[in-house]
């Protein structure tokens, strides 16, 4: 039982870490003060949308591949994801979003 807590626990720090990260980087993208509003319910809509349709199917996976099985699944479902922001790192992606440096 504690092992399970220990695990729930890390779990719900890094959504939490990665749902600020997310956050700020969907601000960062969104810089028309006009657009703004229109931009970030789309891009958050957009992100949303593969976790609302791939969810259904979950526990069908997780029967089918047992609960080990099914967790290695899901780690090598997010190395693709995790292979593209390391492809727009190296490409100066993230740094392009960076605040301006303040002339003063």
């Not at 657009?35 to 029967?63: D, E, I, N, P, V």
């Not at 780690?75 to 440096?101: N, Y």
Request: proline letters at 4%; charged letters at 10%.
């Amino acid at each position: 039982m504690s092992a399970l807590s220990v695990a729930i626990m890390i779990e719900n720090f890094a959504t939490a870490i990665g749902t600020v990260i997310f956050v700020g980087y969907l601000s960062a993208l969104c810089r028309n003060p006009l657009h703004t509003a229109t931009q970030y319910a789309l891009l958050t809509a957009l992100a949303s949308t593969g976790r609302t349709f791939f969810a259904s199917g979950t526990g069908f996976a997780a029967k089918a591949l047992g609960w080990p099985a099914f967790f290695v699944a899901c780690v090598f479902t997010a190395l693709p994801a995790l292979a593209l922001l390391l492809c727009l790192q190296k490409r100066g992606h993230f740094r392009a979003l960076e605040a301006p440096e303040d002339a003063s």
